[in-house]
């Protein structure tokens, strides 16, 4: 007999009126056209034309006309002063052109699926046995492309949440590129990428042990400038460079609402998304908090299995993870350390549960196998729904698993609280699979879940709803674990 869940009453849909301001590239030709049509516009008419346009669109964003500024050095960069007059015009026009190369995407307006949820940084002005909470959405668009949102809420003593109004807007973030990058790690996952030997040697043998982004973009535009380089070889170079895009800060301005900030995808290897970010709160052993996610950027042809960085919620660094241990998409750490090492579960293998340990949180390797699919509705493909949960029986980890009609369900597992490697028990049936209201959407029959969080001897567990909206479940947390004992 399968344990009782209570599915709770909250519910996250798409939403079409979340919309950010995107360069929009007409592609060089047109680019240089357009621009040249604004150059010659009579001055009063471009005036109008830029005013009429930021009366119909400035209540539809914040800082819109740096935005247009951004977008009109955007298309430079893409002409240069090829146009006779570009130097001189006035500031309207700039702004006109920017608007001209700019575009509004909707970031939501397909999708709103997959969270997790972390307890906040901010604990202040709430009722005895209420907890603040932070939960991560992956938010799908046009183009089925992905990013980050946020949303915040309070749980009370009893288990209900709420959830407070999202902002008027959607920002995002300034990109700061100061990362300073180890030459031995970055070839590393060059060879684990299959770049060729001595395009990596011509790249980065001029570079230091330690170096920035733009000391490695000097370096791979000398290597370019050969005339002799193959095609092949182009793209080895484009990787390398690909590779460092990926390493990146970003920060978001302080009056922004947490709600209206969106990790929307910088870096080339995420430009067709950034899937499943898996929050947890992080532990030292000296009692200093971190929050971490693991998350699969998708360049549209493979996945670079990515970690993100941020005590604040504010301010986020970005950067690959490395390592045998540290492929495919799945990978979830646990919220501290164990034996003074990091752990992480994973599915190399896109079939079974692995755990890995490393004194690095960056690079993974040797991972064990610790699970398998065993009963009928996980026979295809198991794996974690987020970092494990600790409890005094063992780190609770809620799993997912794919059976008949690619049906996806969510399970339980507990290991060993001082040797996570061992299995202590799992549940044989699911313990939650889609109902008919939630089997249908973009993706039919799916209910998965980023992480979970245990208030008050309930276990929450948000969860998405065939790839299209999200829901909220809760289990008593001594019920499912004498459950998973006894299974």
């Not at 501290?336 to 090492?341: F, L, Q, T």
Request: with cysteine; glycine share 6%; charged share 25%.
């Amino acid at each position: 007999m399968r344990i009782t869940v209570n599915r709770l009453p909250n519910r996250f849909y798409p939403d079409f009126k979340r919309v950010i301001i995107r360069f929009h590239d007409l592609g060089e030709e047109r680019i240089r056209d357009l621009m040249s049509k604004v150059v010659e516009m009579d001055e009063v008419i471009a005036s109008q034309t830029l005013m009429q346009t930021l009366r119909e669109f400035s209540k539809r964003h914040r800082n819109l006309t740096r935005k247009f500024k951004h977008h009109y050095r955007e298309a430079l960069k893409i002409v240069g002063d090829t146009i006779p007059g570009i130097n001189e015009i006035s500031e309207d026009k700039k702004l006109l052109i920017g608007a001209y190369f700019s575009k509004e995407y909707a970031i939501s307006s397909a999708a709103f699926f997959n969270p997790s949820i972390v307890e906040s940084p901010d604990q202040t002005w709430l009722e005895e046995g209420s907890k603040r909470l932070i939960i991560s959405f992956r938010a799908t668009g046009e183009g089925h492309i992905s990013s980050i949102v946020f949303h915040t809420g309070v749980i009370d003593r009893n288990g209900n949440l709420s959830f407070e109004q999202a902002g008027n807007y959607v920002d995002e973030p300034e990109v700061v590129k100061r990362h300073i990058y180890d030459k031995a790690m970055i070839e590393t996952k060059l060879r684990e990428m299959g770049v060729k030997e001595e395009i990596v040697c011509s790249v980065m043998q001029p570079l230091k042990k330690e170096f920035i982004y733009g000391e490695l973009l000097g370096s791979a535009l000398e290597v370019l400038a050969q005339p002799s380089l193959s095609e092949e070889e182009r793209r080895a170079v484009d990787h390398i460079v690909w590779l460092a895009d990926s390493h990146y800060r970003i920060e978001f301005s302080l009056d922004t609402h947490l709600s209206e900030r969106v990790i929307f995808p910088i870096s080339y290897t995420e430009r067709r998304g950034i899937e499943d970010a898996r929050f947890v709160r992080f532990t030292d052993d000296d009692g200093k908090v971190t929050y971490y996610a693991t998350y699969s950027a998708y360049d549209g042809y493979a996945i670079l299995p990515k970690l993100i960085v941020t005590e604040d919620f504010n301010s986020f660094e970005v950067k690959p993870l490395h390592g045998r241990g540290a492929q495919n998409k799945n990978l979830a750490l646990f919220p501290r350390k164990i034996a003074g090492r990091y752990a992480m579960l994973s599915r190399i293998d896109g079939i079974n549960s692995y755990i890995g340990f490393s004194d690095n949180i960056n690079i993974w390797q040797e991972p064990v196998r610790i699970q398998e699919p065993k009963y009928p509705w996980a026979f295809i493909q198991l794996g974690n729904c987020g970092s494990p949960i600790e409890t005094p029986e063992g780190w609770l980890v809620i799993t997912h698993g794919v059976g008949p009609v690619r049906q996806y369900c969510l399970g339980a597992t507990l290991l060993d609280l001082y040797d996570p490697a061992k299995v202590i028990g799992h549940l044989k049936e699911p313990l939650l699979a889609p109902n008919e209201e939630e089997r249908e959407g973009y993706v039919p029959n799916v209910v998965y879940s980023c992480g979970s969080i245990l208030h008050n001897n309930q276990l929450i567990v948000p969860y998405g709803l065939s790839d299209t909206g999200s829901g909220f479940m809760s289990v008593d947390i001594k019920e499912l674990i004498a459950k998973i004992l006894n299974s």
